[in-house]
């Protein structure tokens, strides 16, 4: 099993950043892929970006050039910082954690972001 917590959420105003954080425990290999996802209310969930053990990163569209994935070199904590906060950013961030792309994920209780106008 695989435990993820998530930490690092909270309202910001339009503009402002937040760091949120990952750690992953229990039975995780050094290669892995870790993520985070968010979802908003009425709105499915969606990958908001991604960080393989290699270092590659994917970045959907709508954040790209204001957030930043991260690992720790040991690979068992991730980073998402946020900077440029949009309204639409509003949701709650998950954290994901799999071995492989195709495989199975594991998921953080999630952290709420909360982004005022």
């Known amino acids: 099993q695989v435990r993820l917590v998530e930490s690092g959420g909270g309202l910001v105003q339009a503009g402002g950043s937040l760091n949120l954080s990952c750690v992953a425990s229990g039975r995780i290999f050094n290669r892995n892929v870790m993520g985070w996802y968010r979802q908003a209310p009425g709105r499915q969930r969606e990958l908001v970006a991604r960080?393989?053990?290699?270092?590659?990163?994917f970045y959907v569209e709508s954040v790209k050039d204001r957030f930043t994935i991260s690992k720790t070199h040991n690979k068992n904590t991730v980073y998402l910082q946020m900077n440029s906060l949009k309204p639409e950013d509003t949701a709650v961030y998950f954290c994901?954690?799999?071995?492989?792309?195709?495989?199975?994920?594991?998921w953080g209780q999630g952290t709420q972001v909360t982004v005022s106008s």
């Open positions: 960080i393989t053990s290699g270092g590659t990163t």
């Open positions: 994901d954690y799999r071995l492989t792309l195709s495989d199975f994920g594991y």
